[in-house]
């Protein structure tokens, strides 16, 4: 009877710790058995920058099957889209891949010191598959020979004997990161990458592709990337500590708004921006203290976007400041945190800083305005100013005859269309105002006057500003 309890027993443990002992000894021998059975191995991989042309990818594979596709994915910087395509395949021996993405081109463009994250995918004619883990490289500029300074997700590449001009600018970032960081509600984890240059001169081969002689008449402090997490700037100017804290600032705004960071409008942008400015100059208040004195306020909160005049860039810059530190001075940072986080949740402007303020834009305005002694904006007097409309002229049909003398052709060019064009595997994130670039049809930034910090305008400014205030003094007795 003793016994027969025995191998009842022994046969109940058998019948619980079987399955667990027959699926533990599975998942170590079916690995292997899939190793043995896949046939592709990758000889050789290779990612190379191509600077400013773009970014070649190859591949060398061993299979016992012909390889019929290969696609290579890839993510620029800290873009929410992954983008993929085919590469082109030849087949003599074993398989070389190769593909080449184009940055040359300004909806193409990627700044020096972006991280670009990569995998392939191999397919054999029997269906066999072969997906390689994801890996990282930097889209450098090879004429020159980088070193890296880093603290937390900020990191600083510089070249040449600016090592403590790259540490210093390293540490504004970071000291902006954590002080923005929670203000923002933004993500501090994610990698932040900075790329100096030692003038202007050599900066320019790195900005977006544009008017030549924009960009040469302007001074290029910086210019920050939003989606990609990436800032250009120059080291050799008196601006530079300025510009790395500005323009990251730009980066948490984006990141704290995420899907939504279009809907943040150009006055929050830029005086946020200043706000965690650590280096902020005198030149922004100075013009704000010019358009106090002589009634030249703009009407930042219903204003589309940035204005177009050098003079009224500057009063924007400084209004914007005063106007943001105005709000945190009088509601605390932590309704900037309600703010971003409402903006973000899919709401407008507008009705976030209702919700969050439980007043309207023009009454905040207005009560700042009060603060600084100048008069209220009413939009009634906006109003008033529209000029007379003019009547629209009848458009005739086209015809052969007017047709010839016309200066266009309604006619698509077929010469445009883009071959092997990139297939985004996720909605593209939109880019938002403020300093990050955004691509207008005759591949300039529209916003690429306030991107590059108007250095270029700002001596300009200056001397209107002291012109207008010495047209304005009266002549001692």
């Known amino acids: 009877m003793t016994n027969i309890k025995i191998s009842y027993r022994l046969y109940l443990l058998f019948i619980l710790f ?11 021998i079916q690995p292997q058995i899939l190793n043995a059975e896949n046939k592709i191995k990758i000889i050789e991989e290779s990612v190379k920058t191509e600077f400013p042309q773009g970014i070649r990818y190859k591949l060398e594979i061993d299979s016992a099957n012909r390889i019929e596709e290969v696609i290579v994915r890839f993510r620029i910087g800290q873009q929410a889209t992954m983008v993929y395509d085919y590469m082109e395949l030849e087949n003599s021996g074993t398989t070389h891949a190769n593909f080449f993405w ?17 995998s392939f995918e191999i397919l054999d004619d029997t269906n066999q598959k072969l997906t390689t883990q994801k890996k990282e490289f930097v889209y450098e500029d090879p004429n020159y020979s980088w070193d890296y300074v880093s603290n937390g ?5 510089y070249h040449g004997p600016i090592k403590r001009r790259a540490k210093a600018v390293l540490d504004v970032t970071f000291k902006t990161v954590e002080r923005m960081g929670p203000i923002l509600g933004s993500d501090l984890s994610v990698p932040i990458r900075i790329t100096i240059y030692n003038n202007n001169r050599e900066m320019l081969g790195a900005l977006p592709p544009g008017s030549k002689s924009i960009r040469t008449e302007l001074v290029t402090e910086g210019q920050a990337y939003t989606t990609m997490g990436t800032i ?21 705004i984006h990141r704290a708004a995420e899907k939504r960071a279009r809907s943040v409008p150009s006055w929050l942008h830029e005086g946020l921006a200043e706000y965690g400015n650590l280096n902020s100059g005198f030149s922004y208040d100075a013009a704000l203290d010019f358009a106090i004195e002589t009634n ?22 400084g209004q914007s400041k005063s106007f943001i530190s105005f ?70 049909p086209y015809t052969v005859e007017n047709l010839s003398t016309s200066g266009q052709s309604t006619q698509l060019d077929n010469s445009t269309k883009v071959v092997n064009e990139k297939i985004q595997e996720e909605p593209q994130q939109l ?18 006057l306030p991107i590059m910090l108007i250095v270029g305008l700002i001596p300009l400014a200056r001397k209107r500003l002291k012109l207008k205030n010495r047209s304005s003094e009266k002549p001692l007795l």
């Open 327 to 396: 709000i945190i001075d009088t509601f605390g940072e932590k309704s900037i945190t309600e703010l971003m986080a409402t903006i973000k949740s899919g709401k407008n402007a507008e009705t976030s800083f209702k919700i969050v303020y439980d007043i309207s834009l023009l009454e905040a305005e207005n009560l700042w305005r009060n603060s600084v002694g100048a008069p209220e904006y009413n939009l009634l007097d906006k109003e008033k100013l529209l000029p007379t409309p003019i009547p629209i002229s009848t458009i005739a």
């Open 18 to 28: 079987f399955p667990i002992f027959a699926y533990i000894l599975a998942s170590i």
């Open 296 to 317: 030249r306020l703009l009407p930042i909160t219903t204003m589309q976007g940035m204005p177009g005049t050098a003079d009224d860039i500057m009063i924007f810059y």
């Open 232 to 252: 250009l700037m120059q080291a050799g100017g008196s601006l530079a500590l300025g510009t790395a804290s500005h323009e990251v600032t730009h980066i948490l």
């Open 153 to 157: 997700s900020v990191t600083v590449g």
């Open 102 to 118: 184009r940055t040359n081109t300004a909806s193409r463009h990627i700044p020096p010191g972006t991280i670009i994250t990569y």
């Open 431 to 448: 880019t938002s105002p403020g300093c990050n670039p955004s691509k207008s049809s005759n591949g300039l930034n529209s916003m690429e």
